[in-house]
């Protein structure tokens, strides 16, 4: 993310929105970046309101009663990544034809800039944090409960911890200190990351251990065994809580979703902006994907870690939660990836239809990639939007099953980028 490239899409956002709320994450490129878009946005007669080092789903519903809000953040990836995300009032992101809006206008250099009597203003925009809390709050209620948190040196430092100990939890937090250089793990909260959450949750005889990513819409747990649980075991236990009728979720998430829920699975692609998006046209509720994040309507379309640790915790205070994840189905799957060159994303994606078309499976989806379904698994083969891979996914329902469908997979990947 360069400083011309912000500026750009500030005034392409500025054209478009006239009020504007900025907010940024620890990075140490933040700064630099919210006053580019800044300049932007206000070259274009739109007025921007900053809320400085924030969450990306406090950002979202601050974004309530302005026309969108940037984020500035790159989630879980390392340090030295920045980015901006977009946010509509309801807390949606941006979809596919707004964004394209937005490319096209910075593609071309076409803006709409104001003349020095209609240039955009500069407003502080206070209390963000306080109005997520007391959102939250009203949603989840009193909570009794001992709960390790490691923020990572995120943008969660300055809520999550505050937002437990005022439900009544007794808190210990590590990594809550803000930290652009995130000296206390990774932004992306792995298992191999959490070593000292896990070791925190035994020694203090905790319910639970919650994890985020660097600007909070991800969270993972610990289970007051220690035991790591992903995102995509937190998907089917918040599913069996609060999705049992319906759910949204990614075309990369487990079989046992479809097991729990008593009415339909909407898969979509991969991405919480597609999640969101269809939970917008469809009305449901609940959705998420297996990377940690989770959406709940009633609280906002933008996915929201603060808000399901605290969901978390509740649960985590009323029955122990390494059960509930053991009463889980549970199979045996597999995720990798082969890199490939570039410039040969086209054919590779035309290959990988022709040898799609060979498999024998009971049904097939391509929403995002190809996932095709047997009565003993699945697999899907996708082509990665951000980086030249090929993605593979596996699961089934038991170990042989899964070393049959990986081979099949995966020869089929190699035959695309041979």
């Keep these: 993310m360069t400083i011309d490239l912000a500026r750009a899409v500030g005034a392409a956002i500025g054209g478009q929105y006239r009020r504007v709320v900025i907010g940024k994450d620890v990075r140490t490129s933040g700064d630099m970046i919210a006053c580019a878009l800044s300049s932007g ?10 809320v400085g080092m924030i969450p990306t789903p406090t950002l979202a519903h601050a974004t309530k009663n302005y026309d969108c809000g940037l984020m500035i953040t790159a989630s879980h990836n390392p340090p030295e990544y920045n980015g901006i995300k977009m946010w509509n009032p309801d807390g949606s992101s941006f979809d596919d034809d707004q964004m394209e809006d937005i490319e096209n206008a910075v593609r071309e250099l076409k803006f709409k800039r104001a003349d020095w009597r209609s240039v955009g203003t500069k407003y502080t925009h206070e209390g963000a944090v306080e109005s997520h809390i007391e959102i939250i709050s009203k949603l989840v209620g009193p909570i009794t409960a001992k709960v390790v948190v490691d923020c ?37 909260p792995t298992e191999d990351q959490l070593v000292r959450l896990k070791d925190i949750v035994l020694s203090e005889n905790a319910d639970i251990g919650i994890a985020h990513d660097g600007d909070g819409d991800r969270v993972v ?21 609060f999705g049992e009728k319906e759910v949204v979720t990614t075309i990369d998430s487990s079989m046992v979703i479809d097991e729990l829920v008593e009415g339909k699975v909407v898969r979509t692609r991969v991405g919480d902006a597609y999640v969101s998006n269809m939970m917008k046209r469809t ?28 969901l978390l915790v509740k649960i985590a205070s009323e029955n122990r939660i390494s059960e509930i994840v053991d009463s889980l189905p549970n199979y045996p799957s597999f995720r990798g990836s082969f890199n490939f060159d570039r410039t040969r994303r086209k054919e590779i994606e035309r290959t990988l239809a022709q040898e799609i078309e060979k498999v024998k499976c009971d049904n097939l989806l391509t929403v995002d990639g190809f996932r095709a379904e047997f009565s003993d698994g699945w697999f899907l083969i996708r082509l990665s939007g951000t980086e030249p ?30």
């Design 152 to 188: 990572g040196c995120g943008a969660t430092s300055t809520i999550t911890p505050r937002l437990l100990r005022e439900l009544g939890c007794s808190v210990v937090s590590i990594n809550s200190h803000p930290d652009g250089f995130f000296p206390g793990r990774s932004p992306e």
């Design 221 to 241: 747990m610990i289970d007051e065994k220690g035991r790591f649980i992903g995102g995509d075991k937190l998907l089917a236990l918040l599913t069996a809580m």
């Design 41 to 50: 946005i206000m070259s274009c007669g739109g007025d921007v309101y900053d």
């Design 389 to 418: 891979k090929i993605r593979i996914t596996v699961e089934a329902r038991t170990e042989e099953a899964l070393t049959r469908l990986k081979t099949i997979s995966m020869e089929i990947a190699r035959r695309c980028i041979s």
């Design 283 to 310: 009305g449901i509720e609940f959705g998420g994907e297996p990377s940690g994040t989770f959406i709940f309507a009633k609280n906002s379309l933008c996915p929201d870690g603060i808000y399901a640790a605290a």
